[in-house]
């Protein structure tokens, strides 16, 4: 789960919230923003470079 997460709250970003299937295999991740820049902006960010890459070695281990 912590490879969901990022380091730092964004800047932004209103809510965000995970929703796990019964199983708990599967996780999808729903965010709101004040706006479309401020999402742009994080999802363009080193930041969220760092948590992708931190989730594919996640990924590629297999997940906790």
């Known amino acids: 789960r912590k490879a969901w997460r990022p ?10 919230y995970e929703c ?3 199983d708990s295999n599967e996780v999808v991740g ?9 999402r742009e902006r994080y999802r363009t960010s080193e930041v969220e470079a ?3 890459r ?8 297999g997940c906790e």
């Open 7 to 16: 380091t730092e709250f964004p800047e932004g970003m209103l809510r965000a």
């Open 20 to 22: 796990f299937s019964e």
């Open 30 to 38: 729903i965010s709101t923003w004040d706006s479309l820049e401020s």
């Open 50 to 52: 760092a948590r992708r």
């Open 54 to 61: 931190y989730c594919g070695e996640a990924f590629e281990e």
